[in-house]
């Protein structure tokens, strides 16, 4: 799925262009890679409750808005189907307006209501890029009553899960945690400036969009579960303090790999989302059969709509066994502590 701008007759092209330039093309002032219409914001032909009930109202007054102030009209299709810009309108305006819906982190919840398929995975970022360009500015009239001068559109593309916006020197990293599949960890990008936002989970890893200079791309980054990588390290300095002092790095690490785990020992604990995972992953499997990955990428999805009531009760589950795993641990390490035990 793209959104592509296209040149005019005139040879000009919508306002999103070079960040490193100021320039007045389609109605648009654009400097510090922030957008504002060039002309000033018409007084509303329509009430705010009289839109909101009157879908052609909407439309009607949102061209003509437009065509004041000179900006390019275009909407946006996701899925091969035209945005409903009058739903999106009301769905976020009911929320206070795009910005106090990013700053609440309730994006999610008026994407949720379109019931987009889950194969379209960069809806977020269309709808969010639509608004943006088609919605924040009428907003401001038709929602908020202001006039005058057009202040710049608000960088609220791409936003981490703290509601701050990422660096657009940074792109999310993610690392695997006790009690979410999901945490950013800012890293320096290689050359170009880029930002990203994190679109799916899978069992493995996570699927990106990465906005690389003028370019938008897709692609997946990989990670190795944090309870693999905890294993592989007890085992190994287990192992190597067995080992007498002649021994290699390499020959710990090579016995430490193979040498048969202790039935005895606590088995690891799991997350709250380790549960959540198991839980669904028996209801999956049979309509998804042989598709590990579709399975992994759906339990994302599932993981990541629940509400924060629903989270809690799977995180609980995960805080109990993380307390259960540190108890039984004790037990084992005090009636193995006698010299050459396993």
Do not use: C
């Not at 705010?48 to 009930?53: A, G, L, T, W």
């Not at 996701?78 to 999106?88: E, I, K, N, Q």
């Not at 379109?114 to 360009?133: C, E, G, H, W």
């Amino acid at each position: 799925m793209n959104v592509t701008n296209k040149p005019n007759p005139d040879g000009s092209t919508n306002g999103f262009q070079s960040q490193l330039q100021v320039q007045q093309q389609n109605g648009w002032e654009q400097g510090s890679s922030r957008l504002r219409p060039t002309k000033p914001y018409p007084a509303p032909t329509a009430r705010y409750q009289d839109i909101v009930r009157d879908a052609n109202l909407f439309w009607g007054t949102l061209q003509a808005f437009h065509k004041i102030l000179g900006t390019k009209y275009k909407v946006a299709t996701v899925g091969g189907t035209s945005l409903d810009l009058h739903r999106l309108f009301v769905e976020v305006t009911s929320r206070g307006g795009i910005e106090k819906v990013i700053v609440d982190r309730k994006w999610k919840e008026v994407i949720l209501t379109f019931n987009f398929k889950d194969t379209i995975t960069s809806a977020s970022f269309v709808v969010r890029k639509s608004y943006l360009s088609m919605l924040y500015h009428y907003e401001q009239v038709y929602y908020f009553g202001r006039q005058g001068i057009p202040p710049p559109t608000p960088d609220l593309m791409i936003r981490g899960q703290s509601g701050q916006p990422y660096s657009s020197t940074t792109i999310p990293e993610v690392a695997a945690v006790n009690d979410s599949p999901v945490q950013s960890t800012p890293v320096q990008a290689h050359d170009d400036m880029v930002s990203g936002t994190i679109d799916a989970k899978f069992d493995g890893g996570y699927v990106v969009t990465v906005i690389l200079g003028s370019e938008q791309l897709k692609g997946v980054l990989f990670h190795v579960p944090d309870n693999v990588s905890q294993s592989s390290h007890a085992e190994g300095t287990s192992s190597s303090q067995n080992l007498g002092d002649g021994t290699s790095n390499s020959q710990s690490r090579k016995r430490a790999k193979y040498a048969p785990r202790d039935p005895f020992r606590p088995k690891s604990n799991r997350s709250g989302y380790n549960f959540f995972f198991a839980e669904n992953y028996a209801r999956l499997k049979p309509s998804y059969h042989g598709q590990e990955r579709a399975i992994s990428k759906r339990i994302g999805f599932l993981w990541n709509n629940l509400s924060e009531a629903e989270r809690q009760v799977y995180q609980e589950k995960g805080m109990r066994d993380k307390e259960r795993y540190r108890t039984e641990l004790m037990e084992y390490k005090s009636n193995n502590s006698t010299p050459n035990a396993q």
